[in-house]
């Protein structure tokens, strides 16, 4: 079993910056990648950010883009979203997710969850 534990959420002005966190904890092995999705109100979660174990290999929804970074500190098992330029579009709740297998894109082949953490951007 494996545990996700995020933080970092918050509310802030347009064009700030906020940095999520997720720590993993149980039976991860040492092949998993680990994701970032959002889910807004009414609409569909979507895929925000992924990075492989070994952290060489990232992938980002264009959106974001040149705005957030994700990192990944396996001595800690934690991945960071690092959010910049934040924009009111950006508002969501944001998950992280771990796939024991490796790199993957879509939600549905994601293992594991964590409990989400509120972004809120005002404009």
């Known amino acids: 079993q494996v545990q996700l534990v995020e933080s970092g959420g918050g509310l802030v002005q347009a064009g700030g910056s906020l940095r999520l966190s997720c720590a993993a904890s149980g039976r991860t092995g040492s092949s998993y990648a680990m994701g970032w999705f959002r889910q807004a109100p009414g609409k569909e979660r979507e895929f925000v950010a992924a990075?492989?174990?070994?952290?060489?290999?990232?992938y980002y929804k264009d959106p974001v883009k040149g705005r957030f970074t994700i990192s990944k500190a396996n001595a800690k098992n934690t991945v960071y979203l690092q959010m910049n330029s934040l924009k009111p579009e950006d508002t969501a709740v944001y998950y992280c997710?771990?796939?024991?297998?490796?790199?993957?894109?879509?939600?549905?082949?994601?293992?594991?969850w964590g409990q989400g953490t509120q972004v809120t951007v005002s404009s």
């Open positions: 990075i492989s174990w070994s952290g060489d290999t990232t």
């Open positions: 997710a771990l796939a024991l297998g490796g790199m993957v894109l879509r939600a549905s082949s994601y293992d594991y």
